[in-house]
């Protein structure tokens, strides 16, 4: 099978994206090309999570993290056991993803906090919804602790911090429809959703319906 570069996930999507952001919102309905067509199996290779050795450091805490969120397939288990565990507990993974250029942020370390910098390129939202972003440098603090004896961290960013590869990897793109005001044609909303396996992408796909369609399609469905 031919592959693009690894960013063709989400440039695909955010070239769609800014190809609707020019049309009509108002008008009647034509027939279109088809949209994006779902591959019939997950032909990529998933990296595996690693879990925290004892007296690793806050920056390798950090780094083993931020590695163990790109391995999908265990509910992010491994990747809570590299917070305490009051945060292990609330941190939520699908609150959305910031995507970023490069496949490693840069670390730096300041007392007991170690920054994340990184160029962001886009981000997904809660439902699937892929918003496009002019490159720009952000920075995420992840403030460390120690717990019995062993560095954790104590308050993770929501979400994920993924690069466009590892973003490829642990999403698949899908359609939902929703109907035009006339009622005549299902009208295709693309939406990025973990590959976490048949019965989590159902949910998934009924949490972005029930979401709603997104900013650029709203105003021509109902």
């Known amino acids: 099978m031919n592959r693009a570069g690894p960013a063709a996930l989400l440039a695909a999507v955010l070239l769609l994206l800014a190809a609707c952001a020019g049309a ?17 199996a ?3 290779v998933r990296p595996l999570a690693n879990p925290p050795r004892p007296g690793m450091s806050q920056l390798e805490i950090v780094a083993g993290f931020l590695s163990a969120t ?12 590299y917070l305490d565990p009051a945060a292990a507990q609330t941190w939520d993974p699908g609150a959305g993803v910031r995507v970023m250029a490069d496949e490693r942020a840069a670390l730096s370390q300041s ?3 170690v920054t994340a910098t ?7 939202g809660a439902a699937g919804v892929v918003v496009a972003t002019a490159a720009a440098e952000q920075s995420l603090p992840f403030p460390t602790a120690q717990v019995a004896g062993e560095w954790r961290i ?3 960013p929501e979400g994920l911090l993924l690069s466009s590869i590892s973003l490829e990897r642990a999403y698949e793109l899908r359609n939902v429809y929703f109907i035009e005001p ?5 009208v295709p909303d693309p939406r990025l959703l973990p590959r976490t396996g048949d019965e989590a992408l159902a949910t998934g796909l009924v949490d972005a319906l029930l979401a709603g369609p997104s900013a650029w399609l709203d105003p021509a469905v109902m």
């Open 118 to 124: 990184f160029q962001q390129i886009g981000s997904v």
């Open 111 to 113: 007392g007991e906090v």
């Open 182 to 186: 006339s009622g005549a044609f299902a």
């Open 70 to 81: 790109a391995a999908v397939g265990d509910s992010y288990q491994v990747a809570r056991e």
């Open 154 to 156: 104590t308050a993770p």
């Open 24 to 40: 009509p919102s108002s008008g009647p309905v034509q027939p279109g090309m088809q949209g994006p067509v779902p591959a019939a």
């Open 42 to 44: 997950d032909p990529l």
